[in-house]
Antibody, heavy 118, light 110 residues
Framework: QVQLVESGGGVVQPGGSLRLSCAASGFTFSNYGIHWVRQAPGKGLEWVAFIRNDENNKYYADSVKGRFTISRDSSKKTLYLQMNSLRAEDTAVYYC???????????WGQGTTVTVSS | QTVVTQEPSFSVSPGGTVTLTCGLSSGSVSTSYYPSWYQQTPGQAPRTLIYSTSTRSSGVPDRFSGSILGNKAALTITGAQADDESDYYCVLYMGSGIWVFGGGTKLTVL
């Protein structure tokens, strides 16, 4: 079955960096775009970034543009989110989700927690 | 800055029908925004319910339905059950590879 498993979360100081991974299985990874979506403690869902299946088209929310970089390795069936210049407001559970094109998100991972704190 | 609006909270009686909406701070929601809906219970990942306005995701019971009502997207739950008590989120496609979530609706079944 389709499965997405996030990893790489942890505690990092403000200004620090972290790289999240999302391992995919159960579908042809190279055929689908993938989203990152986050949820701050007690808050709603926030779309963060999207990468198309061709790896060349990447899109970001204004809140992370210039600090976060989305990428993918089709040979490893893995999605990444490189997060730099982290701020306290980046503290959240980060989910990856398989894309259904313009129709939004399809299958979701279970999430990985990022805490930005000194 | 486009804001996607949802009711912060709603309540429904068991067996009742409830319609949650998803609007825009400026303008109307149409099928061109490809509205989709997600259900989330505390501590769990979101679950996809509806995509492209009204298409149910695999395994979603037919008591969940999506539509456009007036100038908003809508999620209707018919015959509400206790385990429908969850947070519900919509997301709209703004074009150019950008999606925006609504703030979510906390649904209580009582």
């Amino acid at each position: 079955q389709v499965q997405l498993v996030e990893s790489g979360g942890g505690v990092v100081q403000p200004g620090g960096s972290l790289r999240l991974s999302c391992a995919a299985s159960g579908f042809t990874f190279s055929n689908y775009g993938i989203h990152w979506v986050r949820q701050a403690p007690g808050k709603g869902l926030e779309w963060v970034a999207f990468i198309r299946n061709d790896e060349n088209n990447k899109y970001y929310a204004d809140s992370v543009k210039g600090r976060f970089t989305i990428s993918r390795d089709s040979s490893k069936k893995t999605l990444y989110l490189q997060m730099n210049s982290l701020r306290a407001e980046d503290t959240a559970v980060y989910y990856c989700a398989k894309s259904r094109g313009e129709y939004g998100m399809d299958v979701w991972g279970q999430g990985t927690t990022v805490t930005v704190s000194s | 800055q486009t804001v996607v609006t949802q009711e912060p909270s709603f309540s429904v009686s068991p067996g009742g029908t409830v319609t949650l909406t998803c609007g825009l701070s400026s303008g109307s929601v149409s099928t061109s925004y490809y509205p989709s809906w997600y259900q989330q219970t505390p501590g769990q990942a979101p679950r996809t319910l509806i995509y492209s306005t009204s298409t149910r995701s695999s395994g979603v019971p037919d008591r969940f339905s999506g539509s456009i009502l007036g100038n908003k997207a809508a999620l209707t739950i018919t015959g509400a059950q206790a385990d429908d008590e969850s947070d519900y989120y919509c997301v709209l496609y703004m074009g150019s590879g950008i999606w925006v979530f609504g703030g979510g609706t906390k649904l209580t079944v009582l």
